[in-house]
């Protein structure tokens, strides 16, 4: 099992910055990737960024270039840079963990830009 803990998030203005952190606690054997996904009202969950043991990183299309996501192994946490925020980056963000073919969620966290 693996839990999830994000934070950061909030009311943020529109060309702001954001940086999220998700902290990880229970099994850490087995971890292929971890990622941020948001999920914004009426729509679908959508990757924003994944990044692998190997370190591939992946960013979603709507978000590239703007974004930048890392881990710091030896503390299990994520943190998730976002640049130029827009209105529509309004969102719950996730923190994923897949694990031994498992996916693992965080309970989400607020992030509305708004002027």
């Known amino acids: 099992q693996v839990q999830l803990v994000e934070s950061g998030g909030g009311l943020l203005q529109p060309g702001g910055s954001l940086r999220l952190s998700c902290q990880a606690s229970g099994s850490d054997d087995g971890i292929y990737a971890m990622a941020w996904y948001r999920q914004a009202p009426g729509k679908q969950r959508e990757l924003v960024a994944r990044?692998?043991?190997?370190?591939?990183?992946t960013y979603g299309d709507s978000v590239k270039g703007r974004v930048t996501i890392s881990r710091d192994v030896a503390k299990r946490t994520l943190s998730l840079q976002m640049n130029t925020l827009k209105p529509e980056d309004t969102a719950v963000y996730y923190c994923?963990?897949?694990?031994?073919?498992?996916?693992?969620w965080g309970r989400g966290t607020q992030v509305t830009v708004s002027s």
């Open positions: 990044i692998t043991t190997g370190n591939t990183i």
């Open positions: 994923n963990c897949l694990r031994l073919g498992t996916n693992y």
